[in-house]
């Protein structure tokens, strides 16, 4: 993974904008609060010098200026005021009293000085005066030196500084790992789905680290896959299966049509062997048929075009039509069905669900056949069910059933494609429903259970 790959991907492009609108929109902030702090401690300290100033004008008294001079030398003594500054100076210039050197006179108004001689004061140490003339033409100057304030100014642009530098790093780092963990996870993408493009259709992408976005992610993609393997190997299964099944009828035409073309036979013979050859043919149609009708119903999106159905009146209905067939072939078809039962489905299909289970039911006979639908107690499900007496089928191979073409070894004697159960199954799928194969002792119950939707 190069640094470069890793710096060009979306959610670290995103994150590096991210952070630069973060640290323009904090250092626009940053600007307003400072502004505002300085601001305050500015006028903090320009009305503190001001109240001062006009405290000792009021106490000039009538103009003397040993008196306001003395004032000014005992409040210097007694540290009256930490950090504060005096100087009084006649309108001459000459100084009176303070702590300060001359000031060029005239001088009134708030402005800063240059920091005073004394030990300890830095070029940092910057003062804040106040200048105001007198009644009696004195000048006065109070004056506060304001490295506080200007330490706190510090202050605040050094924690806004390494703090917006954090967040930055952090940001970006974030970026970086997040971007780093995204390429591992979509580098294992990439290579689960290069490997399934070169024939291993086995393969699956690695889920449970944690990540519940890409785990997600995964298990839907796994499903995916697993269900086009599941459809490749219906495809394998289906191509096996018709060069397996077709090879026999189309052997059996063309011996067939040799044997009468090396008879030299009369015309009714090649009557009868055009007869044959059509009767084989038809079953190959059927065939063909059959697996047309289950890949256009596996086409269709599942629940699409439904409307409402009577299904209890479509099981008697059918019921009805093939219990004079059911009768000719010594079969007792009963039918119990609660009626009213009704479903969003297909008619047609419904239909052809049914006459397949019945006709099944028929081949494989035994005494008797029943058809049953019913409603669970519970009202979740409607059970469709179609019991015989028949042959039955292993336990082992029920789910084979339901295959294309796939036939138990006792029924391959008997005539069928091995497409009627595969349609069954494909129409219940269509119509959201489950389908079951159990033991009836002996023969079989199949069930085909409807959900029922609000």
Not at 30 to 55: I, K, N
Not at 274 to 279: E, G, K, R, T, W
Not at 346 to 353: G, P, S, Y
Not at 369 to 374: D, S
Request: proline residues 5%; glycine residues 10%; charged residues 20%.
């Amino acid at each position: 993974m190069t640094r470069l790959k890793l710096l060009d991907t979306p959610i670290f492009r995103l994150i590096l904008l991210s952070s630069v609108i973060f640290g323009l929109s904090a250092c626009a902030m940053f600007g307003v609060m400072y502004g505002a702090v300085t601001s305050f401690l500015e006028g903090r300290v320009d009305a503190e010098v001001q109240a001062e100033a006009h405290l000792l004008a009021e106490s000039e008294g009538n103009g003397d200026p040993a008196h306001l001079a003395g004032r000014l030398q005992r409040r210097i003594a007694r540290n009256h005021q930490p950090g504060m500054f005096y100087l009084l100076e006649t309108g001459s210039g000459e100084v009176l009293a303070g702590d300060m050197p001359a000031v060029p006179v005239p001088f009134s108004g708030a402005y800063d000085l240059p920091p005073p001689p004394v030990p300890g004061f830095t070029p940092e140490h910057v003062l804040r005066g106040y200048g105001m003339t007198l009644p009696s033409g004195m000048n006065l100057l109070v004056a506060r030196d304001t490295y506080p304030e200007d330490q706190i100014a510090d202050l605040m642009e050094r924690t806004f500084t390494v703090g917006v530098l954090l967040t930055l790093v952090a940001a970006l780092g974030s970026g970086a790992l997040v971007s780093r963990r995204i390429l591992r996870r979509m580098e294992d993408i990439g290579r689960t789905s290069r490997e399934i493009m070169s024939g291993d259709l086995s393969r699956r992408i690695p889920a449970g680290t944690g990540d519940r976005d890409f785990d997600g992610l995964a298990t839907d993609l796994n499903q995916m896959l697993a269900r086009i393997e599941e459809l490749m190997d219906g495809v394998r299964q289906v191509t096996d299966n018709i060069a397996h099944d077709m090879r026999t009828p189309l052997t059996r035409l063309r011996q067939h049509l040799e044997r009468v073309r090396m008879s030299g036979g009369t015309v009714s013979d090649y009557q009868n062997a055009v007869d044959v050859a059509l009767l084989e043919t038809d079953g190959l149609l059927e065939t063909f048929g059959g697996l047309l009708r289950i890949a256009q119903i596996e086409a269709r999106r599942p629940g699409a075009g439904l409307q409402a159905i009577d299904l209890s009146a479509l099981c008697m209905m059918i019921a009805e039509t093939y219990g004079p067939v059911a009768e000719a072939e010594n079969v007792h078809l009963a039918a119990a069905v609660v009626p009213g039962l009704t479903i969003a489905g297909d008619r047609q299909l419904l239909m052809q669900m049914l006459v397949n289970l019945l006709e099944n039911a028929l081949q494989h006979n035994g005494p008797g056949i029943e058809v049953r639908l019913l409603l669970q107690s519970d009202g979740k499900e409607i059970v469709m069910t179609v019991s015989d007496d028949g042959i039955g089928i292993p336990a082992e191979e029920r789910e084979n059933v339901l295959k294309r073409f796939y036939r138990v070894d006792p029924a391959r004697s008997i005539q069928g494609s091995g497409l009627g159960l595969s349609l069954v199954a494909a129409i219940a799928k269509y119509h959201g429903a489950t389908l079951a194969i159990e033991d009836n002792g002996p023969g079989l119950n199949v069930l085909v259970r409807f959900p029922q939707r609000d």
